[in-house]
Structures are given as structure tokens and as C-alpha cells.
């Protein structure tokens, strides 16, 4: 069967996803999770949770606004957990650490994100708070690597962004969505353009190396027309990346509880306005990295922030942050609710103990070739075989034999690529979120449907 699928069945951008995350019975000790892994070259996550606007699609773990001190509370619960792994890291499991990340075992960080939520949701102080929390307690040196840090146009004010720039921020992502205002309205976004390109312009004048800006389309009352408009303004700023996100109506969102146009005609929404995008960037001088992701030649590689399939060795700390070791996910729980997702939040604002992992999955070495090939093959460079083989000693087509072949029947696959290399098709590329749900594990996909949304 060749029919070509749904193209927007599912965003992958980690597997499994965390909606396949249980509570751990024998709840695991995190020096014990570590103690054989290698943590030469760990890379390093701090979730801040909070946002002013919940936008209409969003789905990620934040709650709007944080109400008596809680951004406070946040943060000393960040720095418990902090010094509690990196004890962890280095054997000390019984908290035996100085608490500044000093051990005897060589850990070493090649990079560091701020994400959420919206990390500048915190004033210019509590940003060198979070910043003292992943030097004096983790050990990282964010002058010396790759720094991500989200931020909103609201909140890239003078004050945080020279505080980021100081402390060796190298990219600042800036979720825009679109420069259109009646558009991020629809997108319960309230936001005038005014403020965009004035934060845009703050963000320039702090000479952070790279610029990304996040825009959506599939919006409603969208057209080719004003997508242009929206293309056209970001490129003015020339960024050193744009990602292009489809836009989704997901369970709990405020716009997953509107009415949508038949799927059909969504789809073929989106699909147009995508490649009209694609072309369009591509045609200004921009290299596609991913079916998201677009890159100006000679842009600083971000390290941590570019799609990669080794993600093994992640340290997410906060409590919307994952942590990936070889053979286990684990995170704490996860919802979308608003009432939820507060509780989660006042649950770890009062943790004293975060030594062991609550929550999570096993990664067997099914599950792990199965992480590897699709994280790799949404790249637009495609995979290597020999470097799957060499690491798991089969090859992709002895492993996923009948997925390989139907994504070639579909024309997903580049049949032009060179020999030995694996790689997507531009048309692939465009069903990346159908190609990369289609290799989800049967028990992957069996834990995802019994999950109960909250």
C-alpha cells in the first residue's frame, strides 16, 4: 500500500515521547543511572516554566504568570536538583559533593539551552541566578560553549539580553509565528508588530551571534500571500535561522478546542504553504537542515539546539526538562491542563529530595536503533549506513526492512543519494511528520494511546 499518509500526524523532536513516560517503580538513584555513562560531553537543559500568554497551540509544560515569588521557590528548588545530580555525576550519591560540581569523575558539558516556558519570563537578576546554578553547581562553562536561550518579544528586554550576553548566550530563538497581527490573534497570540521588531532590534544591538526566529503557518485566514509578508519581514533581520513550524491543534489548547477546517483542506493548507516557504528561503541563500530548520551558510553551529541522533548524555534539570541516559528517558510528570501543570510546579518548588528518577522509559536496543534512524534520517543530510552499523553491528535495512521500503515506494527516500547514504527525498523531507510517528515501536505507540490527557 503506497497511499501517501496524513502529513502532520505528530511533531517528533524526542523519542519516545514523554506521553510514553510512566511513574518508575523501583524509582532508579541517579548515581547509579550515571555510573557507567559517559559524561565527557554531556549537554545541558534548565526548564523554566512560566510564560505571560499561554499562545493558542501550545502544548509545552508552562504555566502563565508566577504569582508569590514563585519564580523564587523555582528557582532554590532548581539549585536543590542541581546539586543533587551533580553529585550523582560524580558518585556521590549520598550527597556527599561540595555542591559546585567537583568530583572526582571527569564531567564535562559541550552545551548548554535555557528553554521553557520562556526563560527571559525571569527578571535580569534571577537569569544570573539560573546562569550561577549551571556554572557553580553543574560545572558548565557557558562562555566556553554553545549557549540556546528562548525568548518572547515581550520579555527580550535591554536588561536580560545584556545579562545573557555577558554570560556567553551564542543564540537567542525568538518565537514570533507571524508578523501579521490579525494572524497571531487567530493564533491566541495578541502581540502588534511593533513590539516584535523593536525586541528583533534588541536582540541585534546585544550581538548575540545567532538569531533564530520561529514562524507557523497554517494559521487561520492565513493565505500565500500574507505567509510572504510574514517570510519577508523576518528575513529584513537576516537571521542566522528560521525555523517553519506547521501549525497543530493539539488536545488541552485552546485552539484543539475550536473548530477546524476538514483535514483534507488543512493539510493541503499547510503542505503549500510550506514549500512555498521552503523555496523561498532556499532562494535567499539559506541551506535546509531539517523539514523545520533553515540555516545561513557559515552560521555558528549551535551544538545541543541542532537535531542530532547522539542525545544520549542530556541533563534536564527543572520540572519540565528530560534527561537521556543509554537506556533510559526519564522527566517528571508531564501534563497540559493549567490546574495540572500548577500542581506539578508546587509539587517541585517543595522536592527536597531529587536523587532518583520518578518518572520515565526504558530505552532497550530496539527502541534505540529506532531513536537513532529516524532522528538522523529527518536530517536533509541523511544518515551514513556504515555509522549505524558500526554502532549497532546491522543495518538499517536488516532492521526496519518493511519501513525502509515502504518510505521508498512513497518517494520518500532520495533514490539519487550517494552510496552508503541514507536520506529524504525533498517530498520526505516535507512528510517528516508522518515518516518519523512511522517508526514508532508498537509499544511506543500502545503507551502514547493509553495515556490520559490532563
Given at each position: 500500500?503506497?497511499?501517501?499518509?496524513?502529513?502532520?500526524?505528530?511533531?517528533?523532536?524526542?523519542?519516545?515521547?514523554?506521553?510514553?513516560?510512566?511513574?518508575?517503580?523501583?524509582?532508579?538513584?541517579?548515581?547509579?543511572?550515571?555510573?557507567?555513562?559517559?559524561?565527557?560531553?554531556?549537554?545541558?537543559?534548565?526548564?523554566?516554566?512560566?510564560?505571560?500568554?499561554?499562545?493558542?497551540?501550545?502544548?509545552?509544560?508552562?504555566?502563565?504568570?508566577?504569582?508569590?515569588?514563585?519564580?523564587?521557590?523555582?528557582?532554590?528548588?532548581?539549585?536543590?536538583?542541581?546539586?543533587?545530580?551533580?553529585?550523582?555525576?560524580?558518585?556521590?550519591?549520598?550527597?556527599?559533593?561540595?555542591?559546585?560540581?567537583?568530583?572526582?569523575?571527569?564531567?564535562?558539558?559541550?552545551?548548554?539551552?535555557?528553554?521553557?516556558?520562556?526563560?527571559?519570563?525571569?527578571?535580569?537578576?534571577?537569569?544570573?541566578?539560573?546562569?550561577?546554578?549551571?556554572?557553580?553547581?553543574?560545572?558548565?562553562?557557558?562562555?566556553?560553549?554553545?549557549?540556546?536561550?528562548?525568548?518572547?518579544?515581550?520579555?527580550?528586554?535591554?536588561?536580560?539580553?545584556?545579562?545573557?550576553?555577558?554570560?556567553?548566550a551564542t543564540r537567542l530563538s525568538i518565537g514570533v509565528q507571524s508578523f501579521v497581527e490579525e494572524e497571531a490573534k487567530a493564533a491566541v497570540r495578541p502581540q502588534r508588530r511593533s513590539?516584535?521588531?523593536?525586541?528583533?532590534?534588541?536582540?541585534?544591538?546585544?550581538?548575540?551571534?545567532?538569531?533564530?526566529?520561529?514562524?507557523?503557518?497554517?494559521?487561520?485566514?492565513?493565505?500565500?500571500?500574507?505567509?510572504?509578508?510574514?517570510?519577508?519581514?523576518?528575513?529584513?533581520?537576516?537571521?542566522?535561522?528560521?525555523?517553519?513550524?506547521?501549525?497543530?491543534?493539539?488536545?488541552?489548547?485552546?485552539?484543539?478546542?475550536?473548530?477546524?477546517?476538514?483535514?483534507?483542506?488543512?493539510d493541503a493548507q499547510r503542505l503549500q504553504l510550506y514549500r512555498q516557504g521552503r523555496d523561498h528561503l532556499l532562494a535567499q541563500g539559506y541551506e535546509q537542515v531539517s523539514m523545520r530548520?533553515?540555516?545561513?551558510?557559515?552560521?555558528?553551529?549551535?551544538?545541543?539546539?541542532?537535531?542530532?541522533?547522539?542525545?544520549?548524555?542530556?541533563?534536564?534539570?527543572?520540572?519540565?526538562?528530560?534527561?537521556?541516559?543509554?537506556?533510559?528517558?526519564?522527566?517528571?510528570?508531564?501534563?497540559?491542563?493549567?490546574?495540572?501543570?500548577?500542581?506539578?510546579?508546587?509539587?517541585?518548588?517543595?522536592?527536597?529530595?531529587?536523587?532518583?528518577?520518578?518518572?520515565?522509559?526504558?530505552?532497550?536496543?530496539?527502541?534505540?536503533?529506532?531513536?537513532?534512524?529516524?532522528?538522523?534520517?529527518?536530517?536533509?543530510?541523511?544518515?551514513?549506513?556504515?555509522?549505524?552499523?558500526?554502532?549497532?553491528?546491522?543495518?538499517?535495512?536488516?532492521?526496519?526492512?518493511?519501513?525502509?521500503?515502504?518510505?521508498?515506494?512513497?518517494?520518500?527516500?532520495?533514490?539519487?543519494?550517494?552510496?552508503?547514504?541514507?536520506?529524504?527525498?525533498?517530498?520526505?523531507?516535507?512528510?517528516?511528520?508522518?515518516?518519523?510517528?512511522?517508526?514508532?515501536?508498537?509499544?511506543?505507540?500502545?503507551?502514547?494511546?493509553?495515556?490520559?490527557?490532563?
Amino acid at each position: 500500500m503506497t497511499n501517501t499518509p496524513r502529513p502532520y500526524e505528530s511533531y517528533v523532536y524526542a523519542y519516545p515521547h514523554k506521553t510514553a513516560y510512566r511513574p518508575l517503580a523501583d524509582r532508579p538513584a541517579l548515581s547509579t543511572l550515571w555510573a557507567g555513562e559517559r559524561k565527557d560531553a554531556l549537554s545541558l537543559y534548565l526548564h523554566i516554566p512560566f510564560c505571560e500568554v499561554r499562545c493558542g497551540f501550545c502544548n509545552l509544560f508552562t504555566r502563565i504568570g508566577a504569582p508569590d515569588e514563585l519564580t523564587t521557590r523555582y528557582l532554590d528548588a532548581l539549585d536543590r536538583q542541581a546539586t543533587a545530580v551533580a553529585d550523582a555525576l560524580h558518585g556521590n550519591g549520598n550527597g556527599g559533593g561540595d555542591g559546585n560540581g567537583n568530583g572526582d569523575d571527569a564531567v564535562r558539558f559541550a552545551a548548554a539551552a535555557f528553554g521553557g516556558g520562556t526563560p527571559t519570563f525571569l527578571t535580569a537578576g534571577e537569569l544570573e541566578r539560573l546562569c550561577d546554578i549551571a556554572e557553580k553547581r553543574m560545572g558548565a562553562d557557558l562562555r566556553a560553549v554553545p549557549l540556546s536561550v528562548e525568548t518572547s518579544p515581550s520579555t527580550a528586554t535591554a536588561d536580560r539580553l545584556s545579562v545573557l550576553a555577558d554570560r556567553g548566550a551564542t543564540r537567542l530563538s525568538i518565537g514570533v509565528q507571524s508578523f501579521v497581527e490579525e494572524e497571531a490573534k487567530a493564533a491566541v497570540r495578541p502581540q502588534r508588530r511593533s513590539d516584535v521588531e523593536a525586541a528583533l532590534g534588541r536582540i541585534r544591538d546585544a550581538r548575540i551571534p545567532v538569531l533564530n526566529i520561529d514562524l507557523i503557518y497554517g494559521i487561520d485566514g492565513q493565505t500565500p500571500r500574507s505567509w510572504r509578508l510574514s517570510l519577508d519581514a523576518a528575513l529584513a533581520w537576516r537571521p542566522e535561522e528560521l525555523y517553519l513550524y506547521p501549525l497543530y491543534a493539539r488536545p488541552l489548547t485552546p485552539l484543539g478546542r475550536r473548530a477546524h477546517p476538514s483535514e483534507a483542506d488543512w493539510d493541503a493548507q499547510r503542505l503549500q504553504l510550506y514549500r512555498q516557504g521552503r523555496d523561498h528561503l532556499l532562494a535567499q541563500g539559506y541551506e535546509q537542515v531539517s523539514m523545520r530548520m533553515f540555516r545561513l551558510p557559515g552560521a555558528p553551529r549551535e551544538g545541543a539546539d541542532d537535531y542530532a541522533c547522539q542525545t544520549d548524555g542530556m541533563i534536564g534539570l527543572g520540572c519540565g526538562a528530560r534527561s537521556y541516559t543509554s537506556d533510559l528517558h526519564y522527566s517528571f510528570d508531564y501534563a497540559v491542563g493549567m490546574r495540572e501543570i500548577r500542581s506539578i510546579i508546587d509539587a517541585y518548588t517543595l522536592t527536597e529530595d531529587f536523587s532518583r528518577a520518578e518518572v520515565g522509559r526504558a530505552v532497550d536496543s530496539d527502541e534505540a536503533r529506532r531513536r537513532h534512524l529516524l532522528q538522523s534520517l529527518l536530517q536533509a543530510v541523511g544518515m551514513a549506513v556504515d555509522g549505524y552499523r558500526e554502532r549497532f553491528g546491522s543495518g538499517p535495512d536488516d532492521d526496519f526492512p518493511a519501513e525502509l521500503d515502504r518510505f521508498a515506494a512513497l518517494g520518500w527516500l532520495d533514490a539519487d543519494a550517494a552510496p552508503g547514504l541514507l536520506r529524504l527525498s525533498p517530498e520526505g523531507l516535507a512528510h517528516s511528520d508522518a515518516l518519523g510517528p512511522a517508526l514508532f515501536s508498537p509499544a511506543v505507540r500502545a503507551a502514547m494511546a493509553s495515556y490520559e490527557a490532563k
